[in-house]
């Protein structure tokens, strides 16, 4: 029998009874979640694999001109000039076919 749609729905479940408390430890609220379903074992491991996903990333807010901001604007100008590179490489070799 395929469990998986078993344990997607039960780490949605998790994820609104992780909604009440964001501020709480991730792993000590499943294992008293998994306790209060009689949730244990392979079960448990396997929602957990999927519900670890689910806390949400933490946000950063970057100054405008602040060192950070520099770096991540000269990141993206060797991300997109390599991207700019590779795309000239394929408009030629199409051209040339």
Same mark, same amino acid.
């Given at each position: ?15 609104g009874y992780? *909604? =009440?408390?964001?501020?709480?430890d &991730? &792993? *000590? +609220?499943?294992?008293? $979640?998994?306790? *209060? ?6 079960d448990k491991?396997?929602i $957990? =694999?999927? /519900?670890?996903? +689910?806390?949400? &990333?933490?946000?950063k ?6 060192e950070e901001?520099?770096r991540?604007?000269? &990141?993206?100008?060797?991300i997109?000039? /390599?991207?700019l590179?590779?795309? =000239?490489?394929?408009?030629e070799?199409k051209?040339?076919?």
């Open positions: 029998m395929n469990k998986k749609p078993f344990y997607k729905e039960q780490a949605e479940q998790f994820k992780f *909604s =009440k408390y964001p501020d709480r &991730l &792993l *000590s +609220l499943f294992a008293e $979640w998994c306790e *209060s379903k009689d949730i244990a074992g392979k491991h396997y $957990w =694999k999927i /519900a670890r996903h +689910l806390k949400p &990333l933490d946000k807010d970057i100054e405008k001109g602040s901001a520099v991540i604007g000269e &990141l993206i100008n060797v997109f000039g /390599a991207d590179e590779k795309l =000239k490489k394929i408009a070799k051209g040339k076919e």
